[in-house]
């Protein structure tokens, strides 16, 4: 998600930061926040190129025909029409997301830094999280009070490139898979 005063350009530049591993994938979508009814935090709904929003069964073959590559996602964003890019989860990449997100509540410091030390890593969005991607399969999982989810079949994840490590897409370490 650009920056208040970031332009379209700077943002994609950013993302050029993104691993070649996730670059080559075509599974990019675009995503609009969409303001939430409740006074939570708003929600983040993903578009295709084309501008449809991404609905129906997530993974399939009329889907994934639909998911856009890295440079066809980012030509796309550049129309101003967006709030960011964000990249479609599917199995066969072998390649599993966590997002630490504290939806409001601390989310354990020593966590973090454990992810951020061991694979390619940037901020969320609201710069409040930390996305990461490791390699492998993982069970999908979610704990909001702890702030985690793990993501490898069918979620989308909006990228940033607010890198906080460069290194490329590693394996789990095994304390991330008990």
């Known amino acids: 998600m650009p920056k208040p005063y970031e332009t379209p350009v700077d943002y994609i530049g950013r993302l050029f930061l993104l691993p070649d ?38 993974g399939s073959p009329k889907d994934r025909e639909r998911l856009a590559t890295f440079a066809d996602a980012a ?19 072998g390649i599993t997301a966590i997002d630490l997100d504290s939806h409001g509540k601390p ?20 710069l409040d999280g930390i996305r990461a991607f490791y390699k492998g399969s993982y069970p999908q999982f979610q704990n909001p009070d702890r702030g985690i989810e793990i ?16 290194m490329g897409i590693e394996p789990m370490p095994n304390w991330g898979r008990g």
């Open 151 to 166: 993501y490898d079949k069918t979620q989308f994840l909006t990228v940033t490139g607010e890198v906080l490590n460069t």
């Open 75 to 93: 030509n796309a964003f550049e129309s101003g029409s967006y709030t960011g890019i964000g990249l479609a989860m599917l199995p066969e990449w």
């Open 21 to 58: 591993e996730l670059k080559r994938l075509k599974g990019f979508v675009l995503w609009k926040l969409k303001p939430s009814n409740n006074g939570k935090k708003p929600g983040k709904v993903p578009y295709y190129i084309d501008g449809t929003t991404r609905k129906g069964t997530q």
């Open 107 to 126: 989310v354990d410091p020593e966590l973090q830094q454990m992810v951020v030390d061991t694979t390619y890593s940037e901020r969320s969005p609201g």
